[in-house]
């Protein structure tokens, strides 16, 4: 049996209906507005320090950032080649307005996710403490950027294992390019 076309259109109309024609999108806060620091393409060089994950060598990457459709997350894509060879990486940036820090979720083209929270912007700093544990022992790792201008941005990442002293894992800088 078919359903008569009005019933189809009211059917269809209805949510529109209850719950307003026009949903109200929310402003973005000063925060996730300070994204937009990442939007365009980037190209980054720098060095491993040997560690735990990595053997000592150069880095390189190149990302492309944009707003993700609403304007409230930026969506980067890219690569980066190292000591442990070529990553592919799509990383999604956004401000957990709760929360009030920064957040990311990053998957790669070896197999990897990784979802952070608590990032915080101070100035033209950027630094995210992340827990984890592997094999029974707890690890913490520190990230860094400091926004240098506009078209570039320096970074260390650092490791403490079993709450000892931070030793640095790998230093660079990434450039806009575009």
Not at 25 to 31: D, I, Q, T
Not at 100 to 109: N, P
Request: hydrophobic share 35%; net charge positive.
């Amino acid at each position: 049996m078919k359903a008569p076309f009005s019933a189809v259109v009211l059917f269809m109309l209805a949510p529109c209906v209850a719950f307003g024609a026009r949903a109200t999108v929310p402003k973005r806060a000063p925060e996730i507005q300070k994204l937009g620091y990442y939007v365009g393409s980037w190209e980054g060089h720098g060095e491993t320090k040997a560690g735990p994950f990595s053997p000592a060598g150069t880095l390189w990457s190149k990302q492309t950032c944009e707003w993700f459709k609403g304007g409230f997350q930026v969506v980067c894509r890219g690569e980066e080649h190292g000591p442990t060879g070529l990553r592919a990486f799509l990383n999604l940036l956004s401000y957990d307005q709760a929360a009030r820090s920064y957040a990311q979720y990053s998957i790669s083209s070896r197999g990897e996710s990784e979802y952070d929270q608590g990032g915080s912007l101070v100035g033209n700093k950027l630094i995210w403490v992340i827990e984890q544990g592997s094999r029974g022992k707890s690890a913490k790792f520190r990230y860094t950027e400091v926004h240098v201008s506009p078209v570039l941005y320096t970074y260390r990442a650092e490791i403490s294992l079993a709450r000892g002293s931070w030793t640095t894992l790998a230093t660079g800088y990434i450039k806009k390019v575009r």
